[in-house]
């Protein structure tokens, strides 16, 4: 059973830091990754997806990485924004026999102070 | 482009009242679909999925059921609410092995 942890659980930040969120998973055989942002009361906004055989990917200020051998993902974000302040959730995907299923942590709640 | 809706978005039931919750998929054929619950302070866990039409896995022994009457609708029921039912349900798709999105939610509480 796929089990995964996020550190730190809460993160506060000033405005122009840049910040790394940690993710790790316990079953390396996932198809790919997922990065979601929650803001409070809302649904998950996809971030960043990673392929099990790519070692990062980029979309804007972020970037994310995936070590699926030891597996870890980080989030890289850069020069943080008072925008940005929201939970970060990853997600490893697996089979669950012939199905595709999407595992989560508690996530991280980064808060970024103007 | 897809879109997920999800409705509706808060509910107040009393407990031993039925439920019903609505998820449709726009603009995608035969996506998997995923019903989701979030409760306080707790990450998302998977309730039930669907890799087609009358097609349901349960996850977790519950209180709820899931059907899916059409490809691209996925219905979550309950016959009574217990208080313990309270919480954030979440319905998602994906095409395949690829991106998953998701809907922005229903608030259920249980009084």
């Known amino acids: ?114 | 482009s897809q879109t997920i809706h999800q409705w509706p978005a808060t509910l107040v039931q009393p407990v031993g009242s039925p439920l019903s919750l609505e998820c449709t998929v726009e603009g995608t054929s035969n996506p998997n679909l995923y019903w989701y619950r979030q409760a306080a302070g707790r990450g998302l866990q998977l309730l039930f999925y669907s890799v087609g039409i009358g097609q349901i896995s349960s996850e977790v022994p519950q209180n709820l059921s899931a059907s899916r009457p059409q490809d691209r609708q996925f219905i979550l029921s309950s016959k009574k609410l217990l208080l313990s039912d309270s919480g954030f349900y979440l319905c998602a798709w994906a095409r395949g092995t690829t991106e998953a999105f998701f809907g922005q939610g229903t608030r259920l509480t249980v009084v």
Not at chain 1, 7 to 13: D, E, H, R
Not at chain 1, 23 to 40: E, V
Not at chain 1, 50 to 77: V, W
Not at chain 1, 86 to 105: D, E, M, Q, R, W
């Open chain 1, 1 to 114: 059973k796929q089990e995964v942890t996020q550190i730190p659980a809460a993160l506060s930040v000033p405005e122009g830091e840049n910040l790394v969120l940690n993710c790790s998973f316990t079953d390396s055989a996932i198809y790919n990754l997922q990065w979601f942002r929650q803001d409070p009361g809302k649904g998950l906004t996809s971030l960043l997806l990673i392929q099990s055989s790519q070692r990062e990917q980029t979309s804007g200020r972020l970037n994310a990485s995936l070590d699926k051998s030891s597996g870890r993902s980080t989030l890289y974000i850069a020069a943080s924004q008072p925008g940005d302040s929201a939970t970060y959730l990853c997600s490893p995907s697996n089979s669950g026999g012939s199905n595709y299923k999407l595992t989560f942590g508690k996530g991280t709640l980064l808060t970024v102070n103007p």
